[in-house]
T-cell receptor
Framework: QQQVKQSPQSLIVQKGGISIINCAYE??????FPWYQQFPGKGPALLIA?????SEKKEGRFTISFNKSAKQFSLHIMDSQPGDSATYFC???????????FGDGTTLTVKP | DAMVIQNPRYQVTQFGKPVTLSCSQT?????MYWYQQKSSQAPKLLFH???????NEADTPDNFQSRRPNTSFCFLDIRSPGLGDAAMYLC?????????????FGQGTRLTVV
């Protein structure tokens, strides 16, 4: 049973556009939702994260929207740049149990 | 400055020949994880150490072992690598289990089995 479902699998956006990646989860015990950015040949790097007590968190051009009742969260990249081209993973953690689950990833390509 | 360092970056090993991958951290984090990531897939947790306590994932093959001799170092031992074990192996650290707000990944070791 896949606990975190991520979509789309791949995304192509024009420079300056908005990139939106969605994730849905099943386990209501999850209490921490990070997004990771991974460039080819590199390890994932924490991009932004949210806890379920807030509905939105913004850091620069990156925003997480969180809908607790729908058990969904999404990453929005405003003014997308070619340098944002990477694979993005959402994750969900049950920090009490020490368990984390990754989504399958979204490959983002931002065209100049 | 790199905070989670994995060595080597690239490792080629022969089928069936034991291999060890290493990870060190300068963050003094309590938890160290090992993930396996195959091409175009999400990282898959193999196991983690919370201080000296070893926590194995239920579906991690016995072929994979780990050692954590001190806070800073953690090793991944693959006793008899098969072709299916070729992957990127990622080490990560966090203060507490569950990849909390201070989770960091190393750059990974790309393992090739020939």
């Amino acid at each position: 049973q896949q606990q975190v479902k991520q979509s789309p699998q791949s995304l192509i956006v024009q420079k300056g556009g908005i990139s939106i990646i969605n994730c849905a989860y099943e386990n209501t015990a999850f209490d921490y939702f990070p997004w990771y950015q991974q460039f080819p040949g590199k390890g994932p790097a924490l991009l932004i994260a949210i806890r379920p007590d807030v509905s939105e968190k913004k850091e620069g051009r990156f925003t997480i929207s969180f809908n607790k009742s729908a058990k969904q969260f999404s990453l929005h990249i405003m003014d997308s740049q070619p340098g944002d081209s990477a694979t993005y993973f959402c994750a969900a953690s049950n920090t009490n149990a020490g368990k984390s689950t990754f989504g399958d990833g979204t490959t983002l390509t931002v065209k100049p | 400055d790199a905070m989670v360092i994995q060595n080597p970056r690239y490792q080629v090993t022969q089928f069936g020949k034991p291999v060890t991958l290493s990870c060190s951290q300068t963050l003094n984090h309590n938890v160290m994880y090992w993930y396996q990531q195959k091409s175009s897939q999400a990282p898959k947790l193999l196991f983690h150490y919370y201080d000296k306590d070893f926590n194995n994932e239920a579906d991690t093959p016995d072929n994979f072992q780990s050692r954590r001799p001190n806070t800073s170092f953690c090793f991944l031992d693959i006793r008899s690598p098969g072709l299916g074990d070729a992957a990127m192996y990622l080490c990560a650290t966090s203060r507490f289990p569950g990849l909390d707000t201070e989770a960091f990944f190393g750059q990974g070791t790309r393992l090739t089995v020939v």
